[in-house]
C-alpha cells in the first residue's frame, strides 16, 4: 500500500482546513486508516482514526474540531480541521494498517505516507 498525504500548508487562526492521503495498492476498503502528527520537538501522536467499518477514534485534544473520514470510491482518506490552534502545528502522517485500532503492545501502522505540513494558523 502506498500513501500519498497532502493539503497542508497557510491557514488562518480558526481554521479550517482539509488534509488528504491517497492510496494506492491492496484494497483500501480493507484497511483501517489514522492519521497522526508530530510537533516540533514533541513524540508522533496519534490524531484520528478510522476503521474498515468506519467506527471512529479521536486523541482527546482534537475531538469536536475535527473529523476524519474515508472515500472508497476514490480510495482517500481526510482530516477535516476546525477550530485551528498552535498547538495543532505539526507534520501529519497518514498511516494504515489491517489490525485494528488501538491494540496494547502493538506500534499500530504497518504503511505510512510521507507527511504534510500544518503550520502554525497566522
Known amino acids: 500500500v502506498q500513501l500519498q498525504a497532502f493539503g497542508g500548508g497557510l491557514v488562518q487562526a480558526g481554521g479550517p482546513l482539509r488534509l488528504s492521503c491517497q492510496t494506492s495498492g491492496r484494497s483500501f476498503s480493507e484497511y483501517n486508516m489514522g492519521w497522526f502528527r508530530q510537533g516540533p520537538g514533541k513524540e508522533r501522536e496519534f490524531v484520528a482514526v478510522i476503521s474498515w467499518t468506519g467506527r471512529t477514534y479521536y486523541h482527546d485534544t482534537v475531538k469536536g474540531r475535527f473529523t476524519v473520514s474515508r472515500d472508497s470510491a476514490e480510495n482517500t482518506l481526510y482530516l477535516q480541521m476546525n477550530s485551528l490552534k498552535p498547538e495543532d502545528t505539526a507534520v501529519y502522517y497518514c498511516?494504515?494498517?489491517?489490525?485494528?485500532?488501538?491494540?496494547?503492545?502493538?506500534?499500530?501502522?504497518?504503511?505510512w505516507g510521507q507527511g504534510t505540513q500544518v503550520p502554525s494558523p497566522a
Open positions: 498511516a494504515a494498517d489491517l489490525i485494528d485500532f488501538p491494540q496494547s503492545d502493538y506500534d499500530w501502522g504497518h504503511y
